[in-house]
């Protein structure tokens, strides 16, 4: 290509730098909202979760409390302190992914563990508190499992 001056050259330099802008600003444009796209899908997999983990909290709880109320207590020493742990450790990963911690996905990895336990222990009673919590501690171990990742230790 012939070029005639320096106002002929400005002018290809300027259409050149005009159209790599816009195709700059495109790709920036798709990679923001591709960004945003992918950040929001992340938030709403960790509300989720975070509500999983917090419905196992709770269930948690109210199985404690009614098994402090059965006939025999003694027989349900195990699954009150399971219980106990259970909604600890699923409040804390909770609070972990709420504040988008280093450590809260690792952390999941633990209360996939206490989850299991805590539903395992419910399973062995017949009380309609204890199959709900085992219930919701299974969905929750489902839900750690499928979004925990390996614990790092650099």
């Known amino acids: 290509m012939f070029i005639r001056g320096k106002k002929q050259r400005d002018e290809i ?7 790599n802008s816009l195709i700059s600003g495109r790709l920036l444009l798709h990679k923001t909202f591709i960004t945003k796209i992918i950040t929001d899908m992340e938030t709403r997999n960790n509300h989720a979760l975070i509500q ?3 419905d196992c909290a709770l269930a948690c ?11 025999d207590i003694n027989m349900m020493i195990d699954c009150i302190k399971l219980d106990r742990d259970c909604a600890d450790i ?12 280093v450590i ?7 209360c996939e563990e ?18 709900q919590c085992a219930v919701a501690c299974e969905e929750c171990a489902a839900a750690c499992h499928a979004n925990h990742e390996p614990i790092n230790q650099d």
């Open 61 to 71: 709880e109210h199985c404690a409390s009614s098994c402090l109320k059965e006939e």
């Open 114 to 131: 206490i989850c299991r336990l805590c539903a395992a222990e419910c399973s062995k009673h017949d009380h309609e508190h204890c199959r």
């Open 52 to 54: 999983t983990l917090l």
């Open 13 to 19: 330099i300027q259409i050149y730098f005009f159209k």
């Open 90 to 101: 699923c409040t804390q990963a909770a609070r972990l992914l709420q504040r988008d911690s």
């Open 104 to 110: 809260g996905h690792q952390y999941l990895l633990l």
